[in-house]
């Protein structure tokens, strides 16, 4: 591979997630060169090129593409700005890694996708890193090798420590069980029928607009059943485990790991305290699968149809927020690209 | 207390729990002597009595109480036997530990209660045994010291490997759920409002006519959420496990202790693989609580009180499972002999 | 067992064992009473005969026995006090349950194997409890089973927070390394060939006269090779475990079990703070053992010959704590009472 | 970074190390490439090349030196050929990555080590990639913030399930025992003063000519004392793991981690099954340093006198595998470059 040319890589929005992407293709990929940065916001802009000193600078995407300045797409501008990016990168016929979500509704997503068969090729992978982990992997291998029967239910727990103020009830949903919403059918082999929102006893150190955490019932058209703690006010570490239930066993993921010790009366192992340790690995192997596939022209991880069916299962879940009992989901049939 | 004589308890019922009893008075419990046993079966019984040669047998309570060959009595005959027994053992003003349930319905639970407050003390305690087990006790001090703050989310677990044939749809409520319906508020603090059940993907190892693993949510009245993982065929072992969420951190009571052993590329520890090692010394503990406060003429332990309102629970249970969801409790008002 | 009447349990010694010993007795041991207290200390005997209103007190075992008020006997005075003690007793033809060490030395140890064998019958069982912790008879059974292949090397910890100003760098050997001197070649199917000390850097919170942690490493016959770490200042809380290394695994016992925790970045279980908790089952266990054994007249657990090698083991053990390299063990052979 | 040229790293040796570093250095390190391949065996080379096809191929370092082919130096040959490619390497000024041992023995250690200070700056980083391990650095983090006390004693394990024919008696030294020879006392802060060796039971499924597991015992000069079990026949995973002993507490790392599965009757992590998947993170951040430090114009990781240390604890060593007690260590005083 060192003889091919390195990927020319833009990244479009330098805010925490694009910085992140750029200091990774930088130092730990490979094969891939950071060539534009796409930024309105002249300080973000420059803090981002100060790593990427070869980047050319735009604050349109309109402008990097009619300048042949780029092989393929990141973006990772916030959720609400992603579908012109997007239809644009399409109709130039780039390949794109898009952050999570797709777009913020089913309605836009639809769009998305629209334009993306009319291309006529899956360009599209979207951000839903934890497919890359090593232990949502496992799972999933020993799911497909059924070596401890069918799986008849998953337990998970989504616990974050803190999030600013800026977090808002339904983000609870569209920003953290969003996750969920993709892994979890990936994980199981199925697609959400119904979401049901639970309320625990509200933890009175949670900021005092949101009432959590809650318990995220899903059931698969595969009868599996799913229920997620979502939890973000916990303070003593960021935990994502998942437990899955099969016939003849149980299986978990997630668990704390590394330096082990006994002190004060105790045995410790320390907890992560952020996704940045958890799922590093993940982010990483995303990035690589993603420089590997574009460059043979290949697509490869979460399509734009799994953004799509995460769009549906997130609207249903906002609804459930407010609601008794399950809301069923209505998913249209997956148009033939993703079939 | 080496001096005082040994307790005279009738054990009524020489079953599979009933026997159990009797080993433990006579092996494991100093200060007691297993003086009648009351088992209409004559094989039973004299099994029963090989076991305690110097018991006097007996097929109804009744001859037992008027021979005066007890001072206190278990119950360990089925459920639906246990009203009449405990009637006329609290009409004799005896001290009775009464396996679980008390009875197997919220009314003649009640005629229970009815009878106890007539006689005018708490006689009865009733065999929630998980109430003496070191790490629910563990558990539910870290609830009452609030060093982890306030409790907001229960989520346990409880699986078997298997169940005999005899074991009906029910029996998941009233014979399993049961314990949490006692343990789960005990810990927490609180009393039950609400109870819904989920189902999960069906096992299909399970008996034919059993539709599980079940999900059971149960809402308390001070706002805890509780969903339990009921699963009677999964084959691995025995485990039952909760995980209490708390502002603050997690706790996890029920993991598998003891030898570690590593090998063929994994890392082992044996999982219990049925109630007797799990709950042995909870059993003991029992027994040992329950001798020592009725040889003071006190008692101990959960009440008549506790037991009728698990009844309730359980026909609420049991209406669940064919019901979408929550179903709501309606419980009396305390009796004063219970405040 | 109701039937048959309670044995008549002698207890020598109320000290902190001696108490520990009448309240098991008294509480938890079902068919044996506290028939006699042998103290010389006023004070002490007082307070025993509190515990167990019905035992006769005497000041000299001699006195106890011309009254014949015990059929057995415990002894659990101060190990440089047993020798008169057992004489007298085994005189007696009474079954003795003798708390560590036999006696503190291989000479006066032999004076009692002879004494023994003058009776003719094993009356002695020496107070080596480890042998009755589920632990390591499970390790015990691995070892015979042989699942993982031959044991090759026995790698063990005894981690105590701290010692009283009396333990003295001798007891390192005597009063704690003599439990691995028992029970690892009881595991291991062997005898000690040759012991040896290493001193770690020395740990400046022990008390001014203890040079420790040591690192004690013994070989045995069968060439299973043994290193045991005795920290006895460690603080942080009390740690016995076993690492077992056979040809095709490691198995390990001993580690922390119970409520675990996540709180503060960290997971945790709690650490033993002591032997009452982390041995407590193996007392009830050894006191159990011998009462029935005692009952049916037979003898079991370890023996006066059992006493008499971890004698001559520490002897060995004292003398390395001064010596560079193996000291090797000098034993006769097994006298026709114990093969 | 991403405007600096990559570095043209030359690999020396095609071997198993070999072809590991070219992978890396093409698909995981950004910032380098792989220039010149040195490997007199034809078809090595041809399967190299493959892998980095711009590279140049040379039989002799000498050749690849002349043609100025490389701007630094992977050294991945069997140790017994290190010394020549290291006194060509450093006298053409070129920064090194030298796989270990360093060299095998102390005199040929010494010589590389007089060549580096002749030139006048550390060139040499000898791949003790442990010290890259992000538990190895937690561990070390824990010892020099001193939050549990002093370091008393160091207890590791480095278990392998089997061995290639080639592996002789001294490897056990001078191939594995090394790493610890290295890492301990970095980790411990000291420097070995003496080695000894045990000698367990024969596993008698190792190589009939390995005499195996043995106990390597060392002192470190800050009187820290460390014991490793070494066994190269345990067929049931690899395991490397340390244990800790402070003042205050213990710490463990290399425990297993990932997927934990309870089935059957027992709860299981998967162990590792060799060093790639244990150490790969390692690997890839030791080679991550090397490529940053070297395009930095400095320095880094263990020195040319590091591996030399290395080279003259692994004499003792292998004298001590065949000597009663412990063999000291005469180290020179440390070279004024490396002070």
């Known amino acids: 591979m060192s003889n091919t040319p390195d990927l020319r890589v833009g990244v479009v929005g330098a805010g925490l997630m694009g910085t992140d992407h750029i200091t990774r293709l930088t130092t730990t990929i490979a094969g891939a060169t950071v060539s534009a940065i796409v930024e309105p916001d002249e300080t973000r802009s420059a803090a981002a090129t100060a790593l990427a000193p070869g980047a050319a600078t735009y604050t349109r995407i309109e402008d990097a593409l009619e300048a042949g300045a780029m092989d393929a797409v990141v973006v990772a501008t916030p959720g609400q700005f992603h579908e012109p990016v997007l239809l644009a990168a399409l109709r130039a016929g780039l390949p794109i890694l898009c952050e999570k979500p797709l777009t913020p509704d089913p309605e836009s997503s639809w769009r998305v996708l629209e334009t993306e068969q009319a291309v006529g090729r899956r360009l599209i992978q979207v951000g839903f890193m934890r497919r890359f982990d090593p232990q949502y992997r496992q799972l999933r291998d020993l799911v497909a090798a059924g070596t401890a029967g069918e799986l008849l239910m998953v337990r998970g727990v989504h616990r974050n420590p803190a999030v600013p103020g800026s977090y808002t009830q339904q983000m609870l949903i569209n920003d953290s069980v969003v996750h969920e919403f993709d892994v979890v059918p990936w994980l199981a082999g199925g697609t959400i029928r119904s979401v049901e929102v639970r309320y625990a006893k509200r933890n009175a150190l949670s900021p005092a607009h949101l009432r959590e955490p809650i318990l995220v019932l899903m059931e698969l058209d595969n009868d599996v059943l799913v229920d997620v703690e979502m939890n ?63 460059r043979r022209g290949e697509a490869t991880g979460p399509s734009a149809w799994d953004g799509y069916k995460v769009a549906v299962a997130c609207a249903a879940g906002v609804e459930a927020l407010g609601t008794t009992g399950p809301v069923a989901l209505d998913l249209p049939p997956a148009p033939d690209l993703y079939a």
């Open 232 to 294: 973000v006010s916990i303070q003593f570490g960021y935990q994502v485990a998942t437990e899955a239930v099969f016939q003849r066993g149980v299986a978990r993921i997630g668990q704390p790991e590394g330096l082990q010790l006994w002190q004060d009366a105790a045995f410790r192992i320390a907890e992560h305290e952020g996704f940045g340790t958890r799922f590093s690995a993940a982010y990483d192997a995303q990035l690589r699968a993603w420089v590997d596939a574009t």
